[in-house]
């Protein structure tokens, strides 16, 4: 039973265009939620994270939106760059910062952003 | 600052061999985790270390896999005997820990392992 669902393999978009990825979770106990960027033959990268405590963190081109109630967050990435062609996985953690604050992923999106 | 460092980075096996890889962590990260990638999946943690000590270990398919972290710097993560499923990248992470928080989690470029 998948906890962290990323309903769209791909997502092809435009450069200077918004990019808006989706991931919903069902376990309404996570408490910290994260963004991973990859690459291929690299592992993932952080991008951007939120705590279940806001609904919403920006950073530079990057903003993630949080709606616990729908247990769904997105990825605004706005404008899209070639750069950012890439695989993107969305993590939860229960108990983030505690000992048990172990991620589980999602399967990812790869966005594609065409010049 | 150095990042996550893993070798080998390919491996190819036959059934039943055994493989081990390799993590060096980031300097001063106490806490270190595996985790197995499978094509088309995200990753699954596999362990997860505090020091040199294990704190979850859960997922883990403890007849063929072993880890260990002697030192609470690098470790080692085996399989014997490897199973065609087995194929996957295998990536090692580490995260800071101050007090009772841990922070991000940094990745290391992975081992791609093909079991024929």
Same mark, same amino acid.
């Given at each position: ?5 990323q309903n769209s393999p791909s997502l092809s978009v435009q450069e200077g265009r918004?990019s808006i990825l989706n991931c919903d979770y069902t376990n309404s106990m996570f ?17 951007? =994270?939120? =705590?279940?405590i806001k609904d919403k963190n920006e950073d530079g081109r990057f903003t993630v939106?949080?709606?616990? =109630? ?9 404008? @899209?760059?070639?750069?950012? =062609? ?12 505690? @000992? ?11 966005? @594609?952003?065409?010049? | ?116």
């Amino acid at each position: 039973d998948q906890q962290v669902k990323q309903n769209s393999p791909s997502l092809s978009v435009q450069e200077g265009r918004i990019s808006i990825l989706n991931c919903d979770y069902t376990n309404s106990m996570f408490d910290y939620f994260l963004w991973y960027k990859k690459y291929p033959a690299e592992g993932p990268t952080f991008l951007i =994270s939120i =705590s279940s405590i806001k609904d919403k963190n920006e950073d530079g081109r990057f903003t993630v939106f949080l709606n616990k =109630s729908a247990k769904h967050l997105s990825l605004h990435i706005v404008p @899209s760059q070639p750069g950012d =062609s890439a695989v993107y996985f969305c993590a939860a953690s229960l108990n983030y910062g505690g @000992s048990q604050g172990n991620l589980i992923f999602g399967k990812g999106t790869k966005l @594609s952003v065409k010049p | 600052e150095a990042g996550v460092a893993q070798s080998p980075r390919y491996k190819i096996i036959e059934k039943r061999q055994s493989v081990a890889f390799w993590c060096n962590p980031i300097s001063g990260h106490a806490t270190l985790y595996w985790y197995q990638q499978i094509l088309g999946q995200g990753p699954k943690l596999l362990i997860q270390f505090q020091n040199n000590g294990v704190v979850d270990d859960s997922q883990l398919p403890k007849d063929r896999f072993s880890a260990e972290r002697l030192k609470g710097v690098d470790s080692t993560l085996k399989i014997q005997p490897a199973k065609l499923e087995d194929s996957a990248v295998y990536l090692c992470a580490s995260s800071l820990r101050r007090g009772t928080m841990t922070y991000e989690q940094y990745f290391g470029p992975g081992t791609r392992l093909t079991v024929t």
